[in-house]
């Protein structure tokens, strides 16, 4: 189930000529609705921000944007105490071609969809996971931010249909691992921990910033750096992060098996120790 909303209403269906669908000229953001609250919502806004100013959109007001997702939340008959929201950003419908219009507004949808917690043994025992054909082409412009246009995540999505393989991890066109279709990637070899630099491509996510920051406040270093994917298979562990789940171990990728969860486990604890549920098992 979902529901969308635009300025505080309900909303049924955008403009054909709307910039978002026909060029992707946009910003989203996917916000974890615990509770009825958005989690980590500054850090959320903060990369917004960032992604406006990259993609010279008007700035927003993450006041208002706030007490909008609030009205949809209230509105949404979405179960909020364990939901997703998601929050576009677009250019502001204009005429055809791709040069924007010189207003300075942005259209803001508001989505509420369902969602369900990951069972306790992908936690306990790990994913499976695989490593994508598809490459992320190297653009910095876009790199960390999440533009609307998800293609290159789409066509990797594509490749596979084994319901027991979890997630696709990406490289760069030069061979570098980036991240999965939908999380970062953690690596841990020895007393180290790595997790790749996303400079040239690829999305910076809001639970890889916290996993930085709550690692850093534990006295961990973490090195953000390119990573080569024999790195990535001759790792001791290595953990995948997102926005909606946390953090999980990864149990395989490929042929190449992980079986320590040591630090997966210091992770998990450090992310319940702040409000993350889903890492208290």
């Excluded at 609705?33 to 959320?44: M, T």
């Excluded at 007001?61 to 998601?86: C, M, P, Y």
């Excluded at 969809?113 to 490593?131: C, W």
Aim: proline share 3%.
């Amino acid at each position: 189930m979902s529901d969308w909303y635009a300025q505080g209403a309900p909303l049924d269906a955008i403009p054909v000529d709307d910039r978002a669908a026909q060029y992707g000229d946009g910003l989203f953001e996917t916000v974890a609705i615990r509770h009825g609250e958005p989690r980590f919502w500054s850090s959320h806004c903060e990369r917004l921000t960032i992604g406006c100013d990259r993609m010279g959109l008007p700035a927003l007001d993450s006041d208002l944007l706030l007490s909008q997702l609030r009205s949809a939340i209230e509105q949404s008959e979405v179960d909020s105490r364990f939901a997703t929201a998601k929050i576009v950003v677009a250019a502001a419908v204009g005429q055809r071609g791709y040069q924007r219009t010189t207003e300075d507004r942005s259209s803001i949808r508001i989505g509420l969809f369902d969602s369900k917690q990951l069972a306790a043994e992908a936690y306990q025992a790990g994913i499976a996971a695989r490593v994508c054909q598809t490459r992320l082409a190297i653009q910095p412009a876009l790199a960390g931010i999440k533009s609307l246009n998800r293609l290159e995540q789409v066509l990797a999505r594509a490749e596979w249909d084994d319901p027991s393989v979890f997630e696709g991890l990406m490289l760069d066109t030069d061979d570098r691992l980036i991240c999965g279709t939908m999380s970062n990637v953690f690596l841990c070899s020895g007393n180290s921990i790595v997790t790749p630099a996303i400079t040239r491509c690829g999305i910076a996510g809001v639970m890889r910033r916290q996993v930085l920051a709550e690692l850093e406040k534990a006295g961990r270093t973490v090195d953000v750096r390119d990573v080569e994917i024999a790195e990535l298979m001759n790792a001791d562990e290595v953990f995948i992060s997102n926005s909606q789940f946390g953090i999980v171990p990864v149990d395989r990728v490929n042929a190449a098996r992980f079986a320590q969860r040591d630090v997966s486990r210091e992770v998990m604890g450090l992310l319940s120790s702040i409000g993350v549920e889903e890492c208290s098992i």
